[in-house]
């Protein structure tokens, strides 16, 4: 098997009657999903536990076996990384770190490789392999297999110097005008994919992409939306999807594939979306009828956003005053809003979790 030469972008004979039937339904989920969003005022704080979700599952594709649960408890405790489930999740909460990050720079930097770059380096940012040459394209041979010997590789990436040429290609082809955002987007992913442009972490950096470029492309007024459920779910199809392209020059297929994840996952978001925001408008009556404070909001709008907490976090970022954090946390507890999950001890606060918005978030 010889390295991988890609196509150079854009494509010129897609076969689109393949895929074109999906194209207006992905669009049209997606574009719901969107409206949905936009339709909350607050739905950055609604979304929180489905941002770290995304995060887990991202980073589950590529091995980490950290739970979301999990996840949100190491947060609470605010530590150091230690066992190997710990730096599992740190290379999790480094991936949100990464897509904040990005959010952040792309309306002064644009959606670039040096952008990417920059997503890249995060994403080792202390973690098991952070000196495995951070930020910079590989300048060795990969491949990729279980084996360590390349004749037995299922796929070769293209040669290293090359590389610069292709994501060159790559970026022009990003602020490229296709008649599709979405077939653009499919295109793009698998590109960036087969590419494979850094020694590791390419799945990672290419599926925080996807909101990316949706956002630029202002298919997205926000970019919150998470597709790694779905690619988990049907992780065989994604790799199958992939290989296609290398062994038979089929694009139509990986470009079906996605149009059908988005259109699946945007409605899977949607239902999840719903059930969040009648689970809060639920608790934002109980919790003013529980406290009868000013703050009641302060605190609904504390525990969605972490739905694992602990005391300290829980006033200091509550921003409500300590006496009365401790009384609203008490009445919260009484009335099963919260559960506490671990008792206070030591140096160590106590506990709680928001079960409800757990189970949802799933």
């Given at each position: 098997?010889k390295?991988?030469?890609?196509?150079?972008l854009p494509?010129?004979?897609?076969?689109?009657?393949?895929?074109?039937?999906?194209?207006?339904?992905?669009?049209?989920?997606?574009?719901r999903?969107?409206?949905?969003?936009?339709?909350?005022?607050?739905?950055?704080?609604?979304?929180s536990?489905?941002?770290?979700?995304?995060?887990?599952?991202?980073?589950?594709?590529?091995?980490?076996?950290?739970?979301?649960?999990?996840v949100?408890?190491?947060?609470?405790?605010?530590?150091?990384?230690?066992?190997?489930?710990?730096?599992?999740?740190?290379?999790?909460?480094?991936?949100r770190?990464?897509?904040?990050?990005?959010i952040?720079?792309?309306?002064?930097?644009?959606?670039?490789?040096?952008?990417?770059?920059?997503?890249?380096?995060?994403?080792?940012?202390?973690?098991?392999?952070?000196?495995?040459?951070?930020?910079?394209?590989?300048?060795?041979?990969?491949?990729?297999?279980?084996s360590?010997?390349?004749?037995?590789?299922?796929?070769?990436?293209?040669?290293?110097?090359?590389?610069?040429?292709?994501?060159?290609?790559?970026?022009?082809?990003?602020h490229?005008?296709?008649?599709?955002?979405?077939?653009?987007?499919?295109?793009?992913?698998?590109?960036?994919?087969?590419?494979?442009?850094?020694?590791?972490?390419?799945?990672?950096?290419?599926?925080?992409?996807?909101?990316?470029?949706?956002?630029?492309?202002?298919?997205?007024?926000?970019?919150?939306?998470?597709?790694?459920?779905?690619?988990?779910?049907?992780?065989?199809?994604?790799?199958?999807?992939?290989?296609?392209?290398?062994?038979?020059?089929?694009?139509?297929?990986?470009?079906?594939?996605?149009?059908?994840?988005?259109?699946?996952?945007?409605?899977?978001?949607?239902?999840r979306?719903?059930?969040?925001?009648?689970?809060?408008?639920?608790?934002?009556?109980?919790?003013?009828?529980?406290?009868?404070?000013?703050?009641?909001?302060?605190?609904?709008?504390?525990?969605?956003?972490?739905?694992?907490?602990?005391?300290?976090?829980?006033?200091?970022?509550?921003?409500?005053?300590?006496?009365?954090?401790?009384?609203?946390?008490?009445?919260?507890?009484?009335?099963?809003?919260i559960?506490?999950?671990?008792?206070?001890?030591g140096?160590?606060?106590?506990?709680?979790?928001?079960?409800?918005?757990?189970?949802?978030?799933?």
């Open positions: 098997m390295p991988f030469t890609p196509h150079t494509i010129k004979d897609l076969k689109r009657d393949k895929f074109i039937h999906l194209i207006g339904e992905a669009n049209r989920a997606l574009a999903f969107d409206g949905l969003i936009q339709s909350i005022p607050n739905a950055a704080i609604l979304l536990p489905l941002t770290t979700k995304e995060a887990t599952l991202s980073s589950k594709i590529e091995g980490t076996q950290a739970t979301l649960q999990e949100m408890e190491f947060e609470a405790n605010l530590k150091e990384p230690t066992t190997e489930k710990e730096r599992d999740i740190q290379e999790i909460l480094n991936y770190k990464a897509m904040q990050y990005a952040k720079e792309i309306p002064s930097k644009l959606l670039t490789n040096k952008l990417i770059k920059e997503v890249h380096n995060i994403l080792l940012d202390s973690v098991r392999w952070t000196n495995k040459d951070r930020w910079n394209f590989r300048t060795w041979q990969v491949h990729i297999g279980s360590r010997n390349i004749e037995e590789a299922s796929y070769i990436p293209p040669e290293p110097q090359n590389i610069i040429e292709y994501m060159s290609n790559l970026e022009k082809y990003i490229y005008d296709e008649k599709d955002i979405l077939v653009q987007l499919a295109i793009v992913h698998a590109q960036f994919e087969i590419i494979h442009p850094f020694w590791d972490w390419n799945g990672r950096v290419g599926r925080i992409i996807l909101p990316l470029f949706l956002w630029y492309k202002k298919a997205l007024r926000d970019p919150m939306f998470y597709i790694s459920e779905y690619l988990e779910n049907h992780r065989e199809s994604y790799y199958e999807s992939l290989s296609k392209i290398s062994k038979n020059n089929d694009r139509e297929s990986r470009i079906a594939y996605f149009l059908t994840a988005v259109k699946e996952q945007s409605e899977n978001n949607i239902e979306l719903k059930k969040i925001l009648n689970l809060y408008e639920t608790k934002k009556v109980k919790i003013r009828e529980l406290t009868h404070s000013q703050f009641s909001i302060n605190a609904l709008d504390f525990i969605f956003s972490y739905p694992i907490f602990s005391t300290t976090n829980f006033i200091k970022r509550s921003k409500i005053p300590k006496q009365t954090a401790t009384i609203i946390l008490r009445k919260l507890m009484k009335w099963d809003v559960k506490m999950i671990r008792k206070w001890s140096k160590r606060a106590s506990l709680y979790i928001f079960t409800k918005l757990i189970d949802i978030t799933g």
